[in-house]
């Protein structure tokens, strides 16, 4: 029941802008921990930065699984459970994937396209200099579909699997990925491990996130059993293929990162999504995000 409370809490409250100025969000704490290792650690040859992004890997694993340990240890009776309660909040993200997706939505919605397009860049890894009103509507689309896995699915299935460390650890390890596991020449060595790693957390929370949205948004089967693996990526298809199962339309196909142009296939049949489609993929997250609830609550109850 602690993780439930925690997925009610966090969805009513997020993580406070107030309190944010005060005590940074965890995960910014682990971006600089990040930071500093590969300051020190990527350089040499491509051999010696592949062992340091393995052993950057182990910090990420060892530290935060010792730091939840401990929590765990400490906050064992009623008034601790409450704390915990809090603490499970920070990592997850379902009202501030929400927030950050409308202030996308929103600016759409009044024409207003620098607007949109800044609010994009806080959420996508593409160059948005460049896309015009649509290809934001799409982008914005395929990255709620993608971090409804990697900012709900994902941590909640590791804090059920092994509480406040395992919901650390894949915290370090997804930040570690989204800061050092690219494929550009800095990092193609130093970010490998962590790109592994993190492709081996989101396995099954993954296919466990396109599940819920084809139920949340029927019509998603089909397409994501079919283009699923089309992505790069062995995880982000199976939640956006489904999303472009649910919306009727087509996403994926190739973007510009850093300046480089890369291509990718594309996924879903129909239309690109509009503005009206991103409405829509936000209730259809909505309802996938009650659809875990009721999910966590029956196997509380089963256990």
Same mark, same amino acid.
């Given at each position: 029941m602690i993780l439930l409370a925690a997925l009610i809490l966090e969805a009513m409250i997020?993580?406070?802008?107030?309190?944010?100025r005060k005590i940074?969000?965890?995960?910014?704490w682990i971006g600089r921990l990040?930071?500093?290792?590969?300051?020190?650690?990527?350089?040499? *040859?491509a051999a010696v930065r592949r062992r340091s992004g393995i052993g950057t890997v182990l910090v990420l694993i060892l530290l935060p699984a010792a730091a939840g340990?401990?929590?765990?240890?400490?906050?064992?009776r009623w008034p601790g459970m409450v704390i915990l309660i809090i603490i499970a909040t920070t990592g997850l993200a379902q009202r501030s994937l929400y927030s950050h997706v409308r202030n996308v939505l929103n600016p759409l919605h009044q024409g207003d396209v620098p607007g949109a397009r800044q609010a994009l860049s806080m959420i996508v890894g593409r160059?948005?200099?460049?896309?015009?009103?649509?290809?934001?509507? *799409?982008?914005?689309?395929?990255?709620?579909?993608? *971090?409804?896995?990697?900012?709900i699915v994902a941590p909640a299935f590791w804090f059920l699997i092994a509480g406040l460390p395992g919901l650390f650890v894949f915290k370090a390890i997804s930040t570690a990925d989204s800061q050092i596991g690219h494929l550009d020449t800095r990092y193609r060595d130093f970010g490998w491990a962590a790109a592994r790693a993190d492709d081996a957390?989101?396995?099954?929370?993954?296919?466990?996130?396109?599940?819920?949205?084809?139920i949340a948004g029927p019509g998603g089967w089909r397409v994501m059993f079919r283009d699923a693996r089309k992505h790069l990526s062995p995880n982000a298809g199976w939640s956006e293929a489904a999303m472009a199962g649910a919306l009727s339309v087509e996403m994926g196909g190739g973007a510009f990162y850093d300046g480089d142009w890369i291509e990718r296939e594309n996924l879903g049949d129909g239309p690109r999504p509009?503005?009206?489609e991103l409405a829509d993929a936000l209730r259809v997250y909505l309802r996938a995000c009650l659809l875990l609830w009721i999910l966590i609550g029956v196997l509380a109850w089963l256990l």
């Open positions: 997020g993580y406070p802008d107030n309190l944010h940074p969000h965890p995960v910014t990040i930071s500093g290792m590969d300051r020190r650690w990527n350089t040499g *040859s340990f401990l929590l765990e240890a400490v906050l064992t160059d948005t200099e460049r896309l015009d009103e649509q290809a934001m509507a *799409s982008a914005a689309t395929e990255s709620l579909a993608e *971090s409804f896995c990697d900012g957390m989101n396995y099954i929370p993954a296919r466990m996130a396109g599940f819920l949205i084809c509009q503005t009206r």
